[in-house]
């Protein structure tokens, strides 16, 4: 069946990096676009960017340039979702979904990773 | 704030029907882009409930639906259950900030 599944909760310590991991299965990676989205502690969604699965060119949403980097493994259809110089305010569940176009929506997700941030 | 504004929260007794409001304007919802609504429980991740204004996928319900109507959407729920006390998003594309954007949800309430 299609899913995405994603890497497993990190604890880090400010100013540190993390890696997040999606992994699709199920259809055709590259036919669809990957998105990232953030929801913090009792907090809604937050669309951070997407990255175009065929052509690997990432887009950032204002308030995600700079520390966050998308990037690919298409050889086994991995999405990843890097951060760097971690701040406590980066402590929420950030998820990947994939999308067939923008009359599509976000149609399958992955189950989300917590990412804590504190000394 | 979000570009798309919803109501906090909704409530509604078993077998009553509620409505979601999903506002927005001109660079989103009535440039016209699609408006998307996504189903969340606690501790859980986002199911997609309605693409495309008014398109169910397969699996959900027909007790839910969609419309919209210049730079508005709603999300309507017919024969309220105990399952459908969640969290309800909507989604839409904006093109002045040339970003997807979520409404700050709503949080419904079975009482």
């Known amino acids: 069946q299609v899913q995405l599944v994603q890497s497993g909760s990190e604890l880090k310590k400010p100013g540190a990096s993390v890696k997040v991991s999606c992994k699709g299965s199920?259809?055709?990676?590259?036919?669809?676009?990957m998105n990232w989205v953030r929801q913090a502690p009792g907090q809604g969604l937050e669309w951070m960017g997407w990255i175009n699965t065929y052509t690997g060119n990432p887009t950032y949403a204002q308030g995600f340039t700079g520390r966050f980097v998308f990037s690919l493994d298409t050889s086994v259809s991995t999405a990843h979702l890097q951060i760097t110089g971690l701040k406590a305010e980066d402590t929420a569940v950030y998820y990947c979904?994939?999308?067939?176009?923008?009359?599509?929506?976000?149609?399958?997700w992955g189950q989300g990773t917590t990412v804590t941030v504190s000394s | 704030q979000s570009v798309l504004t919803q109501p906090p929260s909704v409530s509604g007794a078993p077998g009553q029907r509620v409505t979601i409001s999903c506002t927005g304007s001109?660079?989103?919802?009535?440039?016209?882009?699609?408006v998307h609504w996504y189903q969340q429980h606690p501790g859980t991740a986002p199911k997609l409930l309605i693409y495309g204004n008014t398109n169910r996928p397969s699996g959900v319900p027909d007790r839910f639906s969609g419309s919209k109507s210049g730079t508005s959407a709603s999300l309507a729920i017919t024969g309220l259950q105990a399952e459908d006390e969640a969290d309800y998003y909507c989604q839409s594309y904006d093109n002045r900030l040339s970003a997807s954007v979520f409404g700050g949800g709503t949080k419904l309430t079975v009482l």
């Open positions: 199920g259809y055709t990676f590259t036919d669809y676009a």
């Open positions: 979904a994939r999308v067939w176009s923008r009359s599509s929506g976000m149609d399958v």
């Open positions: 001109s660079s989103n919802i009535g440039a016209p882009y699609d």
